[in-house]
């Protein structure tokens, strides 16, 4: 398989400088242009998404170079550029574009894989257009980069030394139980002098969805934003039974391994400063030392995998795609942004030599191969992924690359440490994937709630989802904010339980994969490269797997889990 190369441009010129002045005459075109014929209609759609391709890969560029230096005001303001000057005016074109495409005679010709998905998408769009929330969105997207900047500002001072929250969770690892209490309440020190800021910025970005949803005659914006991500395949009725089946066969799980930590490190209680070191009192795995080790030792598993994979991240290294160390200033997470017009993605990320970076370089990597296998496609649209096609193919990665993980370590019982803390992780994600979700569906449900009531139910929730064993006695008020750590709710609210409904297909995945590996990774790669042009449900059985989160099957998948986990188990 050849890796992909940037296609010539027919439409748009190679020198546009990005200004609206000579952007609108692209769109001018397409608006005044006559279809007469199902070849003229593909052609305009080519042209189209051409157009799509340059101006949202020049957006992305803009957002990671801010991301990477949020102290620069230069790349804030070609940022904040972009959203001010250019999306809002993009924003009525694209809806005359989609009016032209549904109106025209010649769509229902359109029977190719993808143009129907396409097609079900743009009368989603039109329906949920207006013209009064343009000027909101704008505002959204300004608003919710707040939090991180607020976000890159944190930092302490332990032992003479400055870190970020990122680095300084290291010290949450150390077999010495005062110096993790130490730094745990540092920490939660640190974010407490901004949590009346973010539950400010919070509020605010509330009320203003919730005017998103009320001018789309929406009752909440909870039910307007399943409509506006495109959520055609679930319901909200299916989102609380994940909720459910998670309860019911993930937490009894997760207080079992809970209870085996607490027994393991010898403690009467279990604190949250105990929850990261590892179950043994070994010292933390240092798998790298520093972000070019980090990339090297991921091609080389990835390389062991199929040489494709490898061959993709060596590629983005060469075009400088990628910026994996965490340093002051920098925007806290890590993304895998795909580059619609290049073909390879660019991965942002904080590493800081933890085992934890290992699983964020695999994750965004497998991100990116997606990115690549489906840049081939024709339109930008079927390379646009939901967030629950997007994840399967990182967090398959993340499972399916374990076997390969000695390239990190050098002895066995490193290897198996890696494996346990990771599917111990995943016993801990799905039932956290749940709480976030849930807290979201009551804040958008419940208008004109108050701090203190969305941090009582957030408590509330704390206690359905979390393990019995951990002792928050005297630390309530931490615990109170904790949903403020999650970025996704400042700036891509409901983005969240994709990454649990992905890790179930993940783990049926691994599972396949470990049956039979040369079938699972040709189907991993046929899944990845149809992009968006099938329902979801189609590509999980492309996959292999099935796209389900009843009872049964979520009993059925966690219980692989559990057992796998005992095998990493000295005892």
Known sequence: MSITEKPTRTFVSNEL???????KPYFEDLSSRKIGSKSDLLQWLKDRSEVNAVLEEEFAWRYIRMNIDTTNAELQESFQYFVENINPKIAPFENQLNQKLYASEFKK???EDGYPILLR??????KLFREDNIPLFTKLESESQKYGAISAEMSITYEGKEFTLQAAAKFLKNTDRKVREEVYFLNQNRRSKDVKKLDVLFDDLIELRQKVAQNANFENYRDYKFKAMGRFDYTVEDCDAFHSSIKTH???LLNKVT?????????NKLKPWDLSVDIDLK?????????QELLEKTIECFNNIDPFFGDCLREMNRKKHLDLESKKGKAPGGFNYPLYESGFPFIYMNAVGSFRDIVTMIHEGGHAIHSVLSHKLELTDFKGLTSEIAELASMSMELISMDNWDVFFDNEEDLKRAKRDQLMDILGTLPWVATIDKFQHWVYTHKNHSVAERNNYWLSLTEEFSSEQVDWTGLEKFKATQWQRQLHLYEVPFYYIEYGMAQLGAVAMWRNYKKDPNKTIQQYKNALSLGYTKSIGEIYEAAGIKFDFSNEYVQELSQFIYEELQKTFKD
């Open 17 to 23: 400088s990005f200004r609206w002045e000579n952007i």
């Open 250 to 252: 993930l937490v009894p």
């Open 109 to 111: 010709e359109l029977t």
């Open 121 to 126: 998408s743009v009368a989603n769009e039109i």
């Open 259 to 267: 209870d085996r930590r607490k027994e393991k490190l010898g403690l």
């Open 283 to 291: 010292e933390p795995l240092k798998p790298f030392e520093n972000g």
